[in-house]
């Protein structure tokens, strides 16, 4: 073979080679479908409600997790409870005698001993009126007891008195056999009083120090929060607390503060509570 033939060959290959792209076509491309899986034969309705059904289930276990805890700290959360409402009940008058230059911590005593003063009054005023009238309490019990057998002895019942022996009787041998178990009640009364007035001090304790350092204490608190929900939350705090203290407003004082030569009326030291009998 010559030279003039391999030199051809070359430059036919070469050709070949270089218009061989413009004769390829473009690849196909194939989609396959996945297969429809279970989760998406489900109607969208029914996601819907599943999801709606375990965030509902998280916020009960969240909530009965929170009550739990209530219940089982009661001799703390009651107690703080009602240091809140208390709070919420003597906050104008804290906010009047500050008004009136006086100082915190003697604001918040006055405010704690005058509310003690008043209700021990009420309830010595309300047991020495039943201590008056407990003899002629018995004086008429006694009278009703012949009465109370005389009906019983009539229609429909026919309680005669020797079944009324017969119950009495044996309500007493009851009580006898139960000595025990009564001393067992007893004991469980007594550890409820002491449990109760436990309670009442750190009740007075916590309303004490709410009403002293009460604002000091929510911002710090508030300021521990995350700074895109602090301003939100001091502004529920602030709606709550207005939205509670004329719940816990006392109507009998209000109606005390109207009685005419009231020293204390809400003319002169300015207080909400006199509003809701107005």
């Not at 709070?87 to 230059?101: F, H, M």
């Not at 020797?162 to 009787?169: L, M, S």
């Not at 004082?253 to 509003?275: F, K, N, V």
Request: net charge positive; proline share 6%.
């Amino acid at each position: 073979m010559s030279f003039a033939d391999l030199w051809g060959r070359a430059r036919r290959t070469r050709s070949t080679a270089l218009a061989l792209p413009d004769r390829l076509t473009e690849p196909q491309v194939v989609v396959l479908e996945a297969a429809p899986s279970a989760v998406d034969s489900v109607p969208q309705g029914v996601k819907t409600a599943a999801n709606w059904a375990w965030r509902a289930l998280l916020i009960a276990a969240a909530l009965y997790g929170i009550f739990w805890c209530l219940r089982y700290f009661s001799g703390v959360s009651v107690p703080l409870a009602v240091a809140i409402l208390l709070t919420a009940l003597l906050a104008p008058l804290v906010d009047r005698l500050l008004a009136w230059k006086l100082p915190g911590v003697l604001s918040s005593v006055i405010a704690l001993l005058g509310t003690a003063v008043l209700v021990i009054g009420v309830f010595y005023l309300v047991g020495s009126s039943v201590a008056k009238q407990a003899p002629m309490l018995v004086d008429e019990a006694m009278a009703g007891i012949p009465q109370l057998l005389t009906w019983l002895a009539g229609d429909p019942f026919r309680i005669d008195q020797a079944q009324i022996d017969g119950w009495i009787t044996q309500l007493t041998t009851w009580v006898n056999d139960s000595r025990a178990q009564i001393a067992s009640y007893a004991a469980s009364i007594g550890s409820s009083i002491g449990h109760f007035f436990a309670g009442l001090a750190i009740a007075l304790i916590a309303t004490f120090f709410f009403l002293f350092e009460g604002r000091r204490i929510w911002g710090r608190r508030s300021r521990s929060s995350p700074s895109a929900t602090r301003s939100p939350l001091r502004g529920r705090a602030r709606a709550a607390g207005a939205h509670l203290s004329p719940i816990c407003e006392p109507k009998c004082w209000s109606a005390w503060s109207m009685r005419p030569g009231w020293p204390w009326s809400r003319r002169s030291w300015g207080c909400r509570w006199c509003w809701p009998c107005s």
